[in-house]
């Protein structure tokens, strides 16, 4: 599975940015898919996943009610739609690919990444 992310930027503090993750190579139907982040000198963290064959997502406490995670199977993509944007949510944004069904939020059950994209939020 390939993972191509997109949609980042600059915004001011309350504006809002949707990240786009396009899957390739095949199907991410039965994938938990994930995004994560990483801010300078800090660790990679979770953000929000996805398990739409489950019918579940999760998401960090620091984003739950400003960002949402979607998924359209016909084309493949995962969405993040984010809200509300604080200055600490400033980092690089990861899509993975989790193919275990288990552990949406353990970094450790992700097998595939993408490149990641830049999100910058200004006070």
């Known amino acids: 599975v390939q993972l191509q992310a997109s949609g980042g930027g600059s915004v001011q503090a309350g504006g809002s940015l949707r990240l786009s993750c396009a899957a390739s190579?095949?199907?991410?139907?039965?994938?938990?898919m994930g995004w994560f982040r990483q801010a300078p000198g800090k660790e990679r963290e979770f953000v929000a996943a996805?398990?739409?064959?489950?019918?579940?997502?999760y998401y960090a406490d620091s984003v739950t009610g400003r960002f949402a995670i979607s998924r359209d199977v016909a084309k493949n993509t995962v969405y993040l739609q984010m809200n509300s944007l604080k200055p600490e949510d400033t980092a690089v944004y990861y899509c993975?690919?989790?193919?275990?069904?288990?552990?949406?939020?353990?970094?450790?059950?992700?097998?595939?990444w993408g490149q990641g994209t830049q999100v910058t939020v200004s006070s």
């Open positions: 190579g095949r199907t991410i139907s039965t994938y938990v």
């Open positions: 993975a690919a989790n193919p275990t069904g288990g552990g949406a939020r353990r970094i450790q059950q992700y097998y595939y």
């Open positions: 996805d398990n739409w064959s489950g019918g579940s997502t």
